[in-house]
């Protein structure tokens, strides 16, 4: 901090197990990396190298060794594991995490069907070799999961191995838990709250609407995925109650008649 304000909610310091920011890179420059470091590494906690980017783009060790020098955890994003897996390159799979070092992952299977039990079989075996984030949810419009299929995968997910669960919503915000207009689906999310408890599960929430619900919902320390690399320091504002949209959140009684009606 560059001076001490009252009022402003705590942070915890990292490596955090609360209040995590995962940043998207859809293929960063080293340069562009850097100067991302530079601006925005303090409030990052987890880098996305988005979609299967892994497999083809540019400089990803310097990358990889970059993020870690600055306290960041780094994972391919789970589309890139999926692609691996519809090859049947499970092993394949875990030799590329081991040859780029990576201490954590993402399996998802919101692209392909894989069969509940073996996506559990896949996280017990990658969760003895790396920190597994487990995504929960389809990238596919219309495909209808239940809440209660929400919970029992999550609970299941995490019973095997998973650090985390992710709750599905695209880099879009328009699929899994929010509706076609961005909205969050309230019933869902406060489900999952219930059963799993919101500590467990990191809510990808690319738009600013949905950081605010979250935080608004949840507190400051809500964990929050798919933010864009120039939106790091903005989330961090709303979560300090430095921006307008949470200006008054974390402020006493006493103050909040000065909020404009």
Do not use: C
């Amino acid at each position: 901090m560059n001076i001490k304000l009252p009022f402003l909610p705590e942070r915890p310091g990292k490596p955090r197990e609360t209040g995590l920011t995962m940043m998207m890179d859809k293929g960063l420059s080293i340069r562009e990396a850097e100067s991302f470091v530079e601006a925005a590494g303090e409030y990052a906690d987890l880098i996305k190298l988005a979609f299967g980017t892994g497999v083809f783009a540019k400089n990803i060790e310097a990358k990889i060794k970059l993020y870690r020098q600055a306290g960041i955890r780094v994972h391919f994003g789970g589309t890139l594991f999926e692609a691996f897996i519809v090859r049947n390159h499970f092993d394949e799979f875990r030799h590329f995490l081991d040859r780029h070092g990576m201490d954590t992952v993402e399996v998802s299977d919101g692209s392909m069907t894989i069969p509940h039990d073996k996506k559990l079989e896949y996280i017990r075996i990658l969760s003895q070799q790396t920190t597994v984030l487990s995504e929960v949810g389809s990238k596919m419009q219309g495909v209808v999961i239940t809440p209660d299929s929400w919970v029992d995968h999550m609970k299941s997910e995490l019973e095997a191995g998973a650090w985390k669960v992710i709750a599905e919503a695209r880099e879009s915000g328009t699929i899994g838990i929010y509706h076609s207009d961005g909205s969050a689906d309230r019933e869902l999310i406060a489900k999952l709250d219930k059963e799993i408890g919101h500590d467990n599960i990191l809510w990808e929430a690319p738009n600013k609407n949905q950081q605010v619900w979250f935080i608004k919902q949840f507190g400051s320390n809500v964990n929050l995925g798919n933010i864009a690399t120039n939106e790091v320091v903005a989330l961090e504002s709303l979560r300090l109650g430095l921006r307008g949209d949470t200006f008054f959140e974390f402020l006493p009684d006493e103050l909040q008649h000065l909020k404009q009606i």
